[in-house]
């Protein structure tokens, strides 16, 4: 059976490649696909002790057995089609663009949060960062924070999520959440806020910095219950 196998962010580096072909036999599970894949990739044996596994866009453990035609994909922990209002974009976003797609005829607020890029992290100076997603999956899990959210502020009116990736220069806004709601009490702010931080759990983005003692990617540290 032939597998897509995907790579993002450092995984991507270390193999050379953001995409395999591989043929399997029926019965084989992640782990046993990872074990080849460490035979044929020795570099990968030791960041493959912090990387994500999914399936199909679903977050998996090495005992998931595999079919022909599914789509396994690695990834570290995430840093930070469909309904434009959770998109992954090459392009500038802004703060009234994206606060204008959750305004409807009941709205009497909105909250909005943008993630802008700053010249300095940890005590070194950035340059400027690159962001990379798992575009398909990123969308998938943008929709599945709303739903989240959904679930503890019901009176929110509506929410958008939008990425954008590429080479971002200081100052450009990298990520704009906005919730809105027909009062400032109904959860719009808590909603705000909720979901940045939920993103930077499970949605496959992630930055490198750029900054004149080199690159570096920067990794989170949630890592879903998979071994």
């Not at 990425?163 to 200081?170: A, M, P, S």
């Not at 750029?210 to 219950?225: F, Q, R």
């Amino acid at each position: 059976m032939q597998i897509t196998i995907k790579f993002f962010a450092r995984l991507r580096e270390t193999v050379g490649t953001n995409s395999l072909e591989r043929v399997f036999n029926e019965g084989t599970t992640v782990g046993q696909l990872i074990e080849a894949l460490q035979g044929e990739f020795p570099a990968l044996n030791q960041p493959l002790a912090r990387t994500i596994i999914s399936v199909n866009r679903e977050f998996s453990d090495l005992q998931t057995l595999l079919k022909a035609g599914d789509e396994v994909a690695f990834f570290p922990p995430v840093s930070g089609g469909g309904d434009d209002k959770f998109a992954i974009t090459y392009d500038p976003i802004s703060l009234d663009a994206i606060a204008a797609k959750v305004i409807k005829p009941e709205t009497g607020a909105v909250a909005v949060f943008g993630g802008v890029v700053r010249n300095h992290s940890a005590g070194k100076a950035v340059e400027h960062l690159e962001y990379e997603a798992y575009e398909a999956m990123a969308v998938e899990k943008m929709a599945q924070v709303a739903a989240e959210a959904r679930a503890q502020w019901p009176e929110i009116v509506d929410m958008a999520i939008v990425q954008r990736v590429g080479r971002l220069e200081i100052g450009e806004n990298a990520v704009i959440i906005a919730v809105s709601s027909a009062h400032r009490g109904d959860g719009c702010f808590e909603a705000c806020r909720f979901a940045i931080e939920r993103l930077k759990q499970i949605v496959p983005v992630w930055k490198k910095e750029m900054s004149p003692d080199g690159a570096v990617w920067i990794e989170g540290d949630y890592l879903p219950n998979q071994r």
